[in-house]
T-cell receptor
Framework: DTAVSQTPKYLVTQMGNDKSIKCEQN?????MYWYKQDSKKFLKIMFS???????INETVPNRFSPKSPDKAHLNLHINSLELGDSAVYFC??????????????FGSGTRLTVV | DQQVKQNSPSLSVQEGRISILNCDYT??????FLWYKKYPAEGPTFLIS?????DKNEDGRFTVFLNKSAKHLSLHIVPSQPGDSAVYFC????????????FGKGMKLTVNP
């Protein structure tokens, strides 16, 4: 009965590889997000999709490409992984128009380690 | 440029006492302020929020106070319980700003039995 689920939970990979993180929500929300928590513990938004349409695209390298096949899924593909990509990536969801004041529901995170 | 700042990295209190977590912000356009709680290996969980038109919002043991002139908000937990031990994030948003939340770097609260 997990509300926002991410897979995998842990990911260790070598520099230069391409990897994907998947996210699914069963809350009936129409907006999904990817946040990155770096080594300094800041949570920063990367992307947001509303009904499969991109609405937020922060200053993120082109190696990161989100894909939303439907409003319940938002995947993150990362090409040519670099050491600096090591972080915890959180997926989240909300009803559009309510996220800013009622908050999002977050997944448990994917810890990516690039070696 | 940190728009939301949590300047104290940690706080330790005794069970039953009050915990006060502080947060400062720089962007006067923020309309909503939120607090999230995070346990290790879990995602942040929404705790409580406040609109910029209010100065206080209460939910059970949790109360958030907003001082717009000082660009400061605080979360009060009374009484504190050991289960409250977690990292607390302050966040802020602009209404109509594409639902983006701007987070502080978090503060670790430890409640000792």
């Amino acid at each position: 009965d997990t509300a926002v689920s991410q897979t995998p939970k842990y990911l260790v990979t070598q520099m230069g590889n391409d990897k994907s993180i998947k996210c699914e929500q069963n809350l009936g929300h129409d907006t999904m997000y990817w946040y990155k928590q770096d080594s300094k513990k800041f949570l920063k938004i990367m992307f947001s999709y509303n009904n499969k349409e991109l609405i937020i695209n922060e200053t993120v390298p082109n190696r990161f490409s989100p894909k939303s096949p439907d409003k319940a899924h938002l995947n993150l593909h990362i090409n040519s992984l670099e050491l600096g990509d090591s972080a915890v990536y959180f997926c989240a969801s909300s009803h559009y128009g309510q996220g800013a004041n009622y908050g999002y529901t977050f997944g448990s995170g994917t810890r990516l380690t690039v070696v | 440029d940190q728009q939301v700042k949590q300047n104290s990295p940690s706080l330790s209190v005794q069970e039953g006492r009050i915990s006060i977590l502080n947060c400062d912000y720089t962007n006067s356009m923020f309309d909503y302020f939120l607090w999230y709680k995070k346990y290790p290996a879990e995602g942040p969980t929404f705790l409580i929020s406040i609109s910029s038109i209010k100065d206080k919002n209460e939910d059970g043991r949790f109360t958030v106070f907003l001082n717009k002139s000082a660009k400061h908000l605080s979360l009060h937990i009374v009484p504190s319980q050991p289960g409250d031990s977690a990292v607390y994030f302050c966040a802020a948003s602009v209404e109509g700003g594409s639902e983006k939340l701007v987070f502080g770097k978090g503060m670790k609260l430890t409640v000792n039995p």
